[in-house]
């Protein structure tokens, strides 16, 4: 089994920043695709960033501009830097990996942004 770790979330105020981090562990040959989607209170899960093994960037329109994902393939490590933080963009963040075989979600991290 694959076991991702998820840190970062916390309580920001608007214009603020913040960064997840996702670690994975477990029984990884190769992985094809590292995202981040997030779940708002009400609403459907939705694609934030993801990024491919061969380097092509995917952004949702909402966050274009003030997000940035990357990933670290010696450790296994998607980021998600976070800036300008809206109250809109609180939710619950998940991270998600893509094998060969399978994908995987991670426990989730909160993120909240308040005044």
């Known amino acids: 089994q694959v076991q991702l770790v998820e840190s970062g979330g916390g309580l920001v105020q608007p214009g603020g920043s913040l960064t997840l981090s996702c670690a994975a562990s477990?029984?990884?040959?190769?992985?094809?695709?590292m995202g981040w989607y997030r779940q708002a209170p009400g609403k459907q899960r939705e694609l934030v960033a993801v990024v491919s093994s061969s380097g092509p960037i995917t952004y949702a329109a909402f966050v274009k501009g003030r997000f940035t994902i990357s990933r670290d393939n010696v450790k296994n490590t998607v980021y998600l830097r976070m800036n300008s933080l809206k109250p809109e963009d609180t939710a619950v963040y998940y991270c998600?990996?893509?094998?060969?075989?399978?994908?995987?979600w991670g426990q989730g991290t909160q993120v909240t942004v308040s005044s």
């Open positions: 998600n990996i893509r094998l060969a075989s399978n994908a995987y």
């Open positions: 477990g029984s990884i040959s190769d992985i094809y695709v």
